[in-house]
């Protein structure tokens, strides 16, 4: 893990490669483990060109910490024992990992059909104010299926900041699996989101939620065109879906029927943008909105001031630390295969 092989050709799809997102139901108060493993073994009976299964976000034991472990694990070799028995790719959502320092993070395990975990991906945007007591992760995954493309894997709320996925597809990944576990309002602005990633990028998007405890459903597929394959609903669903790797490749190069080329234009482009540089201070915007914390209905509504008025932050002070700001991953050079650098 953490390796970076060179290889002396470009990754070629030669066979079609079919995905199944499953939605299920999750229970928050025991395992879900047996269940997803029934799925599993169903998944490849009734549909056996699937060469990959994923899951929802904390599928396997659902959205409290308490259950949180650490890894690898006894679940993860579960997991890792039925991907190798069905010769298989498998994401089976996340489950919540604590290390050695106590630390609980969002943690998503990419198993290659030998059995191996390929890599293990940390949850980078926690969905805060809420869960405060997940800490962020620090690396990108991308991995490589070979005679096929290259994956990148985003959980939940890493998607609603754009630029995890520029990171992503900027290192070459063709499609994003975004496990989730939404149970809000705001899944009809998801869906909406994965629409626009996949267009804006130009990749397939896999955005596969839970049901009960796990979310309210809705799990789909979006092409990189930006439109849906296939919307599932609120009851448990199969999402199998073959997918094209060379439309992929060729709207890359000559842009959505022929128009907009938007990864080259980003390439391209005759300027950095400013403020990602959080050594620079360009204005006291961000910091004015206020401390990231959970809304009171008792306290005031902190309105963002007026230009001209006072905050509260003298001028001049930056605006977090600027030594911490995230160090960006290196290009993938053409031809070679990224595995992803993990942390901790």
Same mark, same amino acid.
């Given at each position: 893990?953490?390796?970076?092989?060179?290889?002396?050709?470009?990754?070629?799809?030669?066979?079609?490669?079919?995905? /199944?997102?499953?939605?299920?139901h999750?229970?928050?108060?025991?395992?879900?483990?047996?269940?997803?493993?029934?799925?599993?073994?169903?998944?490849?009976?009734? &549909? !056996?060109?699937?060469?990959?299964?994923?899951?929802?976000?904390?599928?396997?034991?659902?959205? @409290?910490?308490?259950?949180?472990?650490?890894? =690898?694990?006894?679940?993860?070799?579960?997991?890792?024992? /039925?991907?190798?028995?069905?010769?298989?790719? @498998?994401l !089976?959502?996340?489950?919540?990992?604590?290390? /050695?320092?106590?630390?609980? &993070?969002?943690?998503?395990?990419?198993?290659?059909?030998? #059995?191996?975990?390929?890599?293990?991906?940390?949850?980078?945007?926690?969905?805060?104010?809420?869960?405060?007591? $997940?800490?962020?992760?620090?690396?990108?995954?991308?991995?490589?299926?070979?005679?096929?493309?290259? &994956?990148?894997?985003?959980?939940?709320y890493?998607?609603?900041?754009?630029?995890?996925?520029?990171?992503?597809?900027?290192?070459?990944?063709?499609?994003?699996?975004?496990p989730?576990?939404?149970?809000?309002?705001?899944?009809?602005?998801? @869906?909406?989101? /994965?629409?626009?990633?996949?267009?804006?990028?130009?990749?397939?998007?896999?955005?596969?939620? #839970?049901?009960?405890?796990g979310?309210v459903?809705r799990?789909?597929?979006?092409?990189?065109?930006?439109?849906?394959?296939?919307?599932?609903?609120?009851?448990?669903e199969?999402?199998?879906?073959?997918?094209? &790797?060379?439309?992929?490749?060729?709207?890359?190069?000559?842009?959505l029927?022929?128009?907009?080329?938007?990864?080259?234009?980003?390439?391209?482009?005759?300027?950095?943008?400013?403020?990602?540089?959080?050594?620079?201070?360009?204005?006291?915007?961000?910091?004015?909105?206020?401390?990231?914390?959970?809304?009171?209905?008792? #306290?005031?509504?902190?309105?963002?001031?007026?230009?001209?008025?006072?905050?509260?932050?003298? $001028?001049?002070? !930056?605006?977090?630390?600027?030594?911490?700001?995230?160090?960006?991953? =290196?290009?993938?050079?053409?031809?070679?295969?990224?595995?992803?650098?993990?942390?901790?």
């Amino acid at each position: 893990m953490g390796e970076l092989v060179r290889t002396t050709e470009r990754l070629t799809c030669v066979t079609p490669f079919a995905i /199944a997102g499953i939605q299920m139901h999750i229970s928050a108060l025991h395992s879900n483990l047996e269940a997803m493993i029934h799925r599993i073994d169903l998944t490849v009976a009734r &549909f !056996p060109w699937v060469r990959m299964i994923m899951f929802s976000e904390l599928a396997a034991f659902g959205p @409290l910490t308490r259950f949180a472990h650490a890894f =690898p694990s006894e679940a993860e070799d579960t997991f890792r024992k /039925a991907a190798e028995r069905h010769g298989v790719w @498998l994401l !089976p959502g996340s489950m919540f990992e604590r290390d /050695a320092e106590g630390r609980i &993070f969002n943690t998503a395990s990419v198993i290659a059909p030998t #059995g191996d975990v390929l890599a293990r991906y940390r949850k980078l945007f926690p969905f805060r104010p809420y869960e405060h007591d $997940v800490d962020p992760g620090e690396g990108f995954c991308v991995f490589d299926v070979p005679e096929a493309g290259r &994956f990148g894997v985003s959980i939940c709320y890493d998607m609603w900041i754009p630029e995890t996925s520029r990171t992503l597809t900027s290192m070459g990944a063709e499609v994003i699996l975004h496990p989730v576990l939404t149970g809000t309002i705001d899944r009809d602005i998801e @869906l909406s989101i /994965a629409r626009s990633t996949a267009a804006q990028f130009q990749c397939y998007v896999f955005d596969i939620n #839970g049901l009960a405890a796990g979310g309210v459903g809705r799990s789909c597929v979006v092409d990189p065109a930006g439109t849906v394959i296939c919307q599932a609903a609120g009851q448990e669903e199969y999402l199998t879906v073959e997918i094209d &790797f060379d439309r992929v490749r060729r709207q890359r190069e000559v842009g959505l029927n022929g128009l907009g080329q938007v990864l080259k234009s980003f390439r391209d482009r005759k300027f950095e943008f400013d403020v990602y540089d959080r050594s620079r201070v360009r204005d006291d915007y961000l910091a004015s909105l206020g401390p990231l914390e959970l809304p009171s209905r008792d #306290g005031p509504v902190r309105m963002a001031p007026r230009p001209g008025e006072a905050t509260t932050r003298p $001028v001049g002070e !930056p605006i977090g630390d600027p030594t911490s700001g995230a160090t960006g991953e =290196p290009a993938t050079p053409e031809g070679a295969t990224r595995v992803v650098r993990l942390t901790g």
